[in-house]
């Protein structure tokens, strides 16, 4: 599959680099990838020692709140009666757009 | 006429808008005669028409009120405050030091933002940072370093070096910053300031941009604890537009807290026999004094904490990731002028993402690793399993301990460019702080006077989850303690 990354073995830090851009959706400079292989091979190499931790049948804590239910609100809009020009603010701030639209480049 | 002297704290400020040294309009003109000087470069935007409107609407207060403060309704009236430039204040432009929203006008206020502003604080600004927070020692600004306050050769420390930078130059009294993995503590100690990260959900994140949102918290710089406290006391409480926002969780009252009979905890996993002269000697001292006030000193192992770093340079460059997926020029920030030529839409995004620094290239790469297909079981929810063990241990220790006591950073702020040709030596500066984000427990640095080179220490007290009232209170008597002792 395009968007899966090669085994560690299969690939070069190079190669590895710039499959990650890829996926990161990041255009990067021959001489970022130079730089960047090293540097990233060093650090994942550091954190890899999680590897030999013996997390046995811990569950994984994904928040800080760890358990604790978030609490919903209403699905209701903030300022419910302003919201025609909420969503001009919001399309002033695109680089380009229309009156409804963000506008890019052609990309058929 | 030389100017009177500028406040140092919310209650002198008071006491000299009531004796009329100072009006609302002419510190906030002293305080952004200041800001504009830039010396410290920790100013990215100034908001000067819209601070001396809110002046001047204060001094109408003011005069109504025959000159006395609305301490009740307004505990910050008038304060001189600065912004991270992570957090958003409306329509003022909002960059997080990075070159892809340079040009961004944020249409909306941060709820800490309409807190601060309701409770009287004056914005005067926008502060300088580590590109969307990530970095220790503000080099990371796509507008330029920060520099130290008083050693412009060193680092403030990072992400929020601007935030502390300002206060500890009086260009601005108090500030706000945000916190991931220390980038309030850090700089606060380097800086000589009083920072503070809440317990994890009591201050809303809505308007602050999102680095790690498990991680992530915004907390306040000031000269002073009570100043700190009054701050989170504005900021805090549940907010319904973050739904990761606690409820009863607004800051209450600081006790005033006995120190006989306390049992401070000495984490041995984040021990002081390997930091500098100037850290060892602060950590020396306070513990010195705290024994002779009664406290008992309890040595605690925290045994996974080793791995902090790990877990966190996993987890946070995930979320950062995800997080920073948005910034694609489609909807907000800025375009690549060869853009237009893009092939496909992904092409198109890829060209504008190339405007971000190295340091958030890094990471997003690291991120995109730990979430891939085939290895995101063993790097990213490995470490959310090891970052579980990490946080019970900690909550383990809080059933046999008050408080936790250990140094903020193994030295006194370093010289700028020393650490930035390695990545991973800047990330391991991060050991004492991490534990306290992957936790989600409330922590401080205090600061406890300066090293042989007149550096500024900072000393971290940690407290359990929802304590942070007695947080303030352990740190206050601390600080009363320092100030008998000097």
């Avoid at chain 1, 990041?26 to 020692?49: C, G, M, N, Y």
């Avoid at chain 2, 907010?239 to 807290?257: A, C, E, H, K, Q």
């Avoid at chain 2, 140094?407 to 991973?424: H, Y």
Wanted: hydrophobic share 40%; aromatic share 6%.
């Amino acid at each position: 599959m395009e968007n899966q990354l090669p085994p560690a073995h299969q690939s070069s830090p190079e190669e590895r680099v710039r499959r990650l851009a890829l996926l990161a959706r990041i255009k990067l400079s021959d001489e970022e990838v130079r730089a960047f292989a090293p540097q990233l091979e060093t650090i994942l190499k550091h954190v890899s020692e999680i590897q030999h931790v013996d997390v046995g049948d811990v569950r994984p804590m994904l928040s800080a709140l760890d358990g604790r239910d978030a609490e919903s609100r209403a699905d209701s809009p903030r300022n419910a009666d302003d919201q025609v020009n909420q969503s001009q603010r919001t399309l002033q701030c695109a680089p380009e757009s229309s009156a409804d639209s963000f506008v890019v480049p052609p990309v058929l | 006429m030389t100017e009177a002297k500028l406040p140092h704290t919310l209650s002198e400020l008071h006491r000299d808008f009531e004796s009329g040294v100072w009006t609302p309009v002419s510190i906030t003109e002293a305080f952004l005669a200041r800001a504009k000087r830039n010396r410290l470069n920790a100013w990215l935007t100034l908001c000067e028409e819209r601070a001396l409107s809110q002046a001047k609407q204060l001094q109408q207060i003011l005069v109504a009120r025959g000159g006395r403060v609305p301490r009740d309704s307004h505990p910050l009236f008038g304060a001189p405050t600065g912004v991270k430039d992570n957090i958003a204040v409306a329509d003022i432009r909002m960059t997080c030091a990075s070159r892809i929203l340079d040009n961004y006008i944020t249409p909306y206020s941060a709820t800490v933002v309409e807190k601060l502003e309701n409770a009287g604080a004056i914005t005067l600004g926008k502060l300088n940072l580590d590109e969307f927070a990530m970095g220790g020692s503000n080099e990371n600004s796509a507008f330029g370093r920060v520099l130290h306050p008083t050693h412009p050769d060193r680092v403030p420390g990072g992400s929020s070096g601007g935030s502390a930078a300002a206060v500890a130059a009086q260009e601005c009294l108090i500030s706000l910053g945000s916190d991931t993995g220390g980038s309030i503590r850090l700089p606060a100690s380097y800086c000589g300031v009083v920072g503070m990260k809440p317990t994890y959900g009591r201050v809303s994140r809505f308007g602050l941009v999102a680095f790690a949102s498990s991680l992530d918290q915004i907390g306040p710089f000031a000269n002073t604890v009570d100043d700190a406290a009054r701050v989170l006391q504005v900021i805090s409480g549940f907010d319904r537009f973050d739904s990761t926002s606690t409820s009863n969780s607004s800051v209450g009252l600081v006790p005033s807290l006995s120190l006989k009979g306390l049992r401070v905890g000495l984490p041995t996993d984040l021990g002081f026999e390997n930091v500098s002269l100037g850290v060892k000697s602060a950590m020396t001292q306070v513990l010195d004094l705290l024994k002779r006030a009664g406290v008992t000193v309890v040595p605690v192992e925290l045994p996974y904490v080793r791995h902090a770093i790990a877990v966190y340079y996993l987890i946070a460059v995930s979320e950062a990731s995800s997080n920073l997926s948005r910034f694609d020029g489609v909807r907000f920030g800025a375009r690549v002028e060869g853009a237009r030529g893009a092939q496909s839409l992904e092409a198109f995004h890829a060209e504008n993402r190339s405007l971000f620094g190295p340091e958030v290239k890094r990471r997003i790469l690291l991120g995109t690793f730990a979430l891939s297909s085939g290895y995101s079981e063993e790097y990213f929810l490995r470490a959310a399993r090891v970052r579980k063990l990490i946080s019970d241990d900690i909550n383990a220790a809080f059933s046999h301990v008050d408080v936790l006591l250990s140094p903020i950073s193994v030295s006194t702020a370093f010289k700028a460019g020393e650490k930035t040709q390695d990545p991973l030596q800047m990330y391991l500066n991060d050991l004492y702080t991490i534990p306290a984000n992957l936790a989600g427990i409330p922590a401080m640095s205090l600061p406890w006077g300066r090293d042989s080179d007149q550096l500024p220490v900072g000393v971290q007290i940690m407290a359990p989850p929802g304590h942070d009232e007695k947080l303030l209170g352990f740190a206050q008597t601390l600080e009363n303690l320092r100030e008998q002792a000097e």
